[in-house]
């Protein structure tokens, strides 16, 4: 059975950084595509950053564009996602997440999700 446990979040003033981890297990690590979404309070979930780990292909949303970066340590089978300039915008419970593709729809395994508070 695919395991996801979120680590790293927690509560940053504004314009700080934050590194969030997921440490996977039961999957082929090697070549899975594993994404990052979030939820804020009040609203959908969105997708926030996605890679494929065989190739290291890595998408983002416009809004984290230049400001998140996604990886991979095979050795460690973990996806940080690097949150840097963070907004209040950007609070939310954010889910690590395993599937065929990078959209929400593709998603079959979930994380229980880890809280990033951003303060102005």
């Known amino acids: 059975e695919v395991q996801l446990v979120e680590t790293g979040g927690g509560l940053v003033q504004a314009g700080g950084s934050l590194r969030l981890s997921c440490a996977a297990s039961g999957l082929t690590f090697d070549d899975a595509v594993i994404g990052w979404f979030r939820q804020a309070p009040g609203k959908e979930r969105e997708g926030v950053s996605c890679?494929?780990?065989?190739?290291?292909?890595?998408y983002y949303a416009d809004s984290v564009k230049g400001r998140f970066t996604i990886s991979s340590d095979k050795a460690k089978n973990t996806v940080y996602l690097q949150m840097n300039s963070l907004n209040p915008e950007d609070t939310a419970v954010y889910y690590c997440a395993q599937g065929t593709n990078c959209l929400y729809s593709g998603m079959d395994y979930w994380g229980k999700g880890n809280l990033v508070t951003v303060s102005s």
């Open positions: 890679i494929n780990t065989s190739d290291g292909r890595a």
